[in-house]
């Protein structure tokens, strides 16, 4: 398992950072988080026209560019970094949920719009009162004629409420199956839910016989759903480590230039053995986050690869938040400072698809401790 950075790797990185940099400074961040979307749709648009980002991971054939899981390590750290308030993450589950689904005709359906950046997907697999655990469903699918009708409630989609389309996971008589249902169909209700994290958006759905069409042979899915989630979790963990690369950069900045009894505060021993923590830490977190995609890449210990990510660069980039909001004073509470908002990211996404403890306790489980 091993992760190598080559010139494409480099060429890729700096093309998403120039876009990145003009699309999402941070005063485009706080105003796409405060709207109702939560995201730009221009430059949702011009991600997939210009450089082709919602169809990275989608294969040539159906439109996408078809790379793995290194590239998407990349994009994604890229995206931590600045913020992004896109619905990128749910695309990445919704694309793999199909791939991993096994449906040539949903995939030859929905893949090429995704990858266009025309519709909008996300995987609804959590419900309220459960864990981040597929197997987990109890939302029922009963057949009707050719159709299905699905039953139950969906809790932390993400980006629920602006969705084309939900994945959503329903249990039938051959175990967990995966079904197509349309956003905007008879019985399902969508509600936006007010999070500390503005800039990610997450909702509720409720399906009240929701006409919904089968996604994948008959058969249980939980295993493909999982692999689904572990895509999206190794994905969150590389976006976590950019969020603690730049919490680190803008801390030793500001360490830098803020001047106290006359001299840099950057130059007294607790600030230096701040900064340096955070720098190892954030380094463990981008090995650890690619150590996941290597995982997926080869198909080699991907649980505990994942596991391991997740619990680290959690760990990593809410503490990384903390110095810098430490570093500048103690500033973070003040809505007008951006140290908050990095804050806020890192706490609600170490919640995101279980905290550090529920991983690690999978990892010492699936280890034999």
């Known amino acids: 398992m091993s992760f190598t950075v080559t010139p494409e790797h480099e060429e890729l990185r700096q093309t998403v950072r120039r876009f990145l940099a003009e699309k999402s400074p941070i005063t485009a961040v706080r105003n796409a988080m405060t709207t109702d979307a939560g995201f730009d749709d221009a430059v949702w648009s011009q991600m997939a026209e210009q450089i082709g980002l919602q169809g990275l991971i989608v294969p040539e054939a159906h439109g996408g560019a078809g790379m793995g899981s290194a590239e998407l390590a990349i994009v994604m750290e890229e995206m931590g970094r600045v913020l992004l308030c896109a619905p990128f993450l749910s695309t990445v589950l919704a694309t793999q949920a199909l791939l991993l689904a096994g449906d040539d005709a949903a995939q030859k359906d929905l893949l090429p719009g995704i990858a266009a950046g025309t519709t909008r997907a996300t995987l609804a697999y959590v419900e309220p009162g459960g864990d981040w655990e597929p ?137 230096k053995h701040r900064c340096a923590d955070m720098l190892v830490s954030t380094e463990f977190a981008k090995s650890a986050a690619y150590g996941a995609a290597a995982a997926l890449a080869d198909g080699d210990g991907v649980d505990e690869a994942t596991a391991i990510a997740k619990s680290y660069c959690s760990e990593a980039f809410f503490q990384a938040a903390g110095d810098n909001i430490q570093i500048h004073g103690g500033m973070g509470f003040t809505w007008e400072a951006d140290a908050h908002l990095y804050f806020k990211r890192a706490k609600s996404s170490s919640l995101l698809f279980g905290d550090p403890v529920e991983h690690r306790e999978k990892l010492a489980a699936r280890i034999g401790l």
């Open 135 to 271: 197997f987990s469903a109890k939302t029922t699918a009963k057949q009707d004629g050719g159709d299905w009708k699905l039953d139950g409630r969906k809790a932390f989609v993400l980006d629920g409420h602006t969705a084309d389309v939900l994945l959503v996971t329903a249990r039938t008589s051959d175990g967990l199956s995966l079904f197509r249902v349309d956003a905007g169909a008879a019985g399902v209700e969508r509600t936006a839910l007010p999070t500390l994290d503005l800039t990610r958006k997450l909702a509720d759905v409720s399906l009240e016989g929701a006409r919904a069409t089968r996604v994948g042979k008959a058969g249980d899915l939980t295993a493909a759903i999982e692999r689904a989630v572990q895509w999206a979790i190794a994905a969150l963990a590389a976006e976590q480590a950019g969020g603690a690369q730049r919490c680190l950069e803008t801390a030793t900045d500001y360490a830098k230039t803020r001047l106290q009894f006359g001299r840099p505060i950057g130059t007294f021993q607790a600030i």
